[in-house]
């Protein structure tokens, strides 16, 4: 069989790499371990301490596939706040639907399906995580998780990444890292919100 596939509960170094003739009728149950290389990540992208912990359920309907399952890691951020790199353990869920190229070919443009799924089998699984409604095409109705994998971390990497939600960050003026202790520069004092709406009205009433 090609690609390295083992039982729920083992471990292989590679992606699985599946015929749609290779999956039995009652499912898979998956276990791999996943390089950051395999998923091609940029750096941009995200970064990656390690390996990658791969769980997934695999189940086949007709021409058409169903996975769900749990990519797992430690990835390295930076912090929006004090700027410095931290670890985060994330799980990334993800489910998906495949259709096999064939079948594709006669409703869909190659590549990434353009249209949404219908009747999709993920569902089935069990799990819900956000669910991507496009489905994946399966070139030579073979199935590769690599580009479905990368986007679903891609879009699991936070806007805004904080080391800590109470990080107080870097001080305005001097620069020093708030976390390890005050600088003893004067901080700025915010204004109320109503502050300016006082302005005005008091700007109002010189004018009278």
């Known amino acids: ?5 083992c039982p729920e509960g083992g471990k292989a170094m590679a992606l699985p ?6 999956i039995p009728d009652e499912g898979l149950s998956l276990s791999h371990e996943v390089q950051p ?3 091609a990540l940029d750096p941009g992208d995200a970064q990656v301490r390690g390996a990658l912990s791969l769980t997934v359920k695999i189940a086949k309907a007709g021409a058409a596939v169903g996975v769900v399952g749990v990519l797992s890691g430690t990835f390295v951020r930076q912090c929006v706040r004090c700027l410095k790199e931290y670890d985060d353990h994330a ?11 064939q079948a594709a070919s006669r409703h869909l443009a190659p590549g990434r399906a353009a249209g949404r799924s219908e009747g999709g089998v993920s569902g089935e ?8 409604d496009e489905p994946y095409v399966m070139t030579g109705d073979r199935l590769d998780l690599a580009e479905m994998l990368r986007e679903h971390v891609i879009l699991a990497t ?3 990444p904080l080391c800590r939600e109470d990080c107080p960050g870097l001080c305005p003026v001097c620069g020093r890292d708030r976390n390890e202790g005050p600088c003893g520069c004067p901080q700025e004092r915010r204004e109320s919100p109503f502050a300016v709406l006082k302005h005005i009205i ?6 009278r």
């Open 37 to 39: 290389e395999e998923l």
């Open 125 to 132: 699984l069990g799990a819900e995580p956000e669910r991507d």
């Open 91 to 101: 799980e990334v869920p993800f489910e998906a639907d495949y259709r096999s190229d």
């Open 17 to 22: 790499s599946l015929h749609l003739n290779e």
């Open 1 to 5: 069989m090609p690609g390295s596939v």
């Open 158 to 160: 936070p806007m805004q």
């Open 202 to 207: 008091e700007a109002k009433g010189e004018r």
